[in-house]
């Protein structure tokens, strides 16, 4: 074997077994749409058309930062019209080839009319003929497949057709995550989990067991608020670690401010 040989295959004995980057490929759910494990969120604090990153970034900001993050390996981008972040994942476009990075965006259709709607404007304000992961926004209850089965319907379609890849629900209730465990039109989910249970729908044990069954049922499964929309910022890597051991959520999001925001997450989740 030759020195530069040897060398390299003791430096990858020397990782820890399972050792998880924020870069690593992922494959989500039973269509296996590729992503990296971290995304890049887009709306922390989004509501009413804005979010943080809209409004400190603005359009080229936000863009440059997008970008940034694909430069490190992390291609997954996490949107929503909730957010108005669809304007900002285009101008990145305009400088990163579409197919290196995975798109998920967020509706809060309920009917077929508003779902036919929303998914040809998604498509025209993200400047792409088809979008990677598509959700029902902040959905809750258990009795959500019936009052979005509209939307379901065109959403499903749509899969067909290459418009959509794969879809799922962005849950905010216990009840929610137990029915989208049992519904066989959800293939992702992303509900909220971090250790200390802040800005979530339950206690952390309680939410693992719901997520565990999700997975056991063949779901994908994203993780947000994993530090507590900023709140959990001063444990930082206590969060990350919590994230990066659960066997039970497959990637997760969180939206970096700054490119220097950035740069620290990654350098805690890689170090």
Known sequence: MKRR?????????????????ASDR???????????????????NGIGGSSNQTRKLGLGGLADLLKAGCEQGVTFWDAADQYGTHPHLRQAL???PREKVAILSKTRASTEKEMRVDLERFRRELGTDYIDIL??????G??????????MAVIAEAREKGIV?????????VETLKTAARTPWVQVVLARINFAGVAMDTDPQTAVWALRELKAAGKGVI????LGVGRLRSRVDEALQYALSLDSVDCFTIGSESRAELADLLKRING
């Open 5 to 21: 040989e040897f060398l390299s295959c003791a430096a990858a004995a020397a990782l820890p077994a399972g050792r998880k980057y």
């Open 26 to 44: 992922v494959k989500l759910g039973p269509m296996q749409v590729e992503v990296s494990r971290l995304a890049m969120g887009t709306g922390t």
């Open 94 to 96: 305009k400088s990163v």
């Open 135 to 140: 959700l029902l926004h902040s959905v809750g």
């Open 142 to 151: 258990g009795d959500w497949p019936e009052r979005n089965k509209g939307a």
């Open 165 to 173: 890849k794969t879809h799922g629900i962005s849950c905010h209730t």
């Open 223 to 226: 993780g947000m608020k994993i």
